[in-house]
Nanobody, 124 residues
């Protein structure tokens, strides 16, 4: 059983930063690939960033490259998303998700475990 709890969302002005955290309750966190998925208002979910089990491999959507950084601490069973230079179009609900694939999942349906989501709102 895998439970994921996100934190760190909120309201920020354009150009600002936020750091999201996702704490996992899983016996073998290091066997899970992790990702952050965003659902913007009226749009489908997109994988924003993903990271492999060991943290060696990462994936970023084109629209966040150079601004967002995903990382993980397997000892703390936590994955992070550092978001810099935020834009109003980054607004949405951000979900932490996990899978048992050895590769970073680049599509939402590749994830079988999901958190409840945290709201990020970027004002212009």
């Amino acid at each position: 059983q895998v439970q994921l709890v996100e934190s760190g969302g909120g309201l920020v002005q354009a150009g600002g930063s936020l750091r999201l955290s996702c704490a996992a309750s899983a016996r073998t966190f290091s066997s899970l690939g992790m990702g952050w998925i965003r659902q913007a208002p009226g749009k489908e979910r997109d994988v924003v960033a993903a990271i492999s089990r060991s943290g060696t491999y990462t994936y970023y959507a084109d629209f966040v490259k150079g601004r967002f950084t995903i990382s993980r601490d397997n000892a703390e069973k936590t994955v992070y998303l550092q978001m810099n230079s935020l834009k109003p179009e980054d607004t949405g609900v951000y979900y932490c998700a996990a899978n048992r694939s050895p590769d970073p999942g680049t599509t939402p349906h590749s994830y079988g475990y999901w958190g409840q989501g945290t709201q990020v709102t970027v004002s212009s």
